[in-house]
């Protein structure tokens, strides 16, 4: 059983910076594609970026190219979402996932997803 557990989230100033976390348990890592979505309250979920297994590919949503940055260890098990220069239209619950197959996550259809972890971003 695949699990995807995510920390890191909190409330910031904007302008300010986290880094979320996202553990993947029970699987081969180093065989997954790893994403981060995000859900604003009253929206749809939305893909963020996503990082292909090798870390040949990686690709991001327009609105947080150039602040976002998606990395793993491959020795911890963990995929990182670091964000810079938060906005408060970043405030959202962010979702990890994981899958086999780059397309799937790209696409938002992951075979896991994480709980959540809510980034508050004031202005």
């Known amino acids: 059983q695949v699990q995807l557990v995510e920390s890191g989230g909190g409330l910031v100033q904007a302008g300010g910076s986290l880094r979320l976390s996202c553990v993947v348990s029970g699987g081969v890592f180093e065989a997954y594609t790893t994403g981060w979505f995000r859900q604003a309250p009253g929206e749809e979920r939305e893909f963020v970026a996503a990082r292909s297994r090798s870390g040949i590919n990686t690709d991001y949503e327009d609105s947080v190219k150039g602040r976002f940055t998606i990395s793993t260890d491959n020795a911890k098990n963990t995929v990182y979402l670091q964000m810079n220069s938060l906005k408060p239209e970043d405030t959202a619950t962010y979702f990890c996932?994981?899958?086999?197959?780059?397309?799937?996550?790209?696409?938002?259809?992951?075979?896991?997803w994480g709980q959540g972890a809510q980034v508050t971003v004031s202005s």
């Open positions: 996932a994981a899958d086999p197959n780059y397309g799937s996550v790209r696409l938002g259809v992951p075979k896991w």
